[in-house]
């Protein structure tokens, strides 16, 4: 087999293994275990296709607002692929959110 096809080949295996792990609701280190598959290489492959994949956009839906519900302006809340939410506050600093991102995303 090519080198190429091997390429592909494994972009393809890892992408699947990281897509199946996000969905079934077990620790990084469950799923590698149950798979034999190594943490390392599945940090490394997952960093990989992240870098790689085209940053998407998500759809945002105005929903009435706090203050229109009778409440006091909470903010918004972020909802998370692996179903984990935050709730951010007005006034709130971008930077700071990245990098919260960052760390709450890797994390699975």
Do not use: Y
């Not at 960093?47 to 839906?61: C, D, G, I, T, Y």
């Amino acid at each position: 087999m090519r080198r190429e096809q091997r390429s592909r080949k494994a972009w393809k295996k890892w992408e699947g293994l990281v897509w199946e792990q996000a969905g079934s609701g077990q620790t990084i280190s469950e799923f590698c275990r149950e798979r034999g598959v190594g943490r390392q290489s599945f940090f490394v492959w997952r960093k990989r296709l992240q870098q790689a994949a085209p940053k998407q956009f998500v759809e945002v839906k105005a929903a009435a607002s706090a203050t229109e519900l009778g409440g006091s302006n909470a903010g918004i809340e972020v909802r998370l692929r692996n179903g984990r939410h935050l709730l951010v506050g007005p006034g709130f600093d971008a930077n700071h959110l990245r990098a919260l991102l960052a760390v709450v995303e890797s994390e699975a």
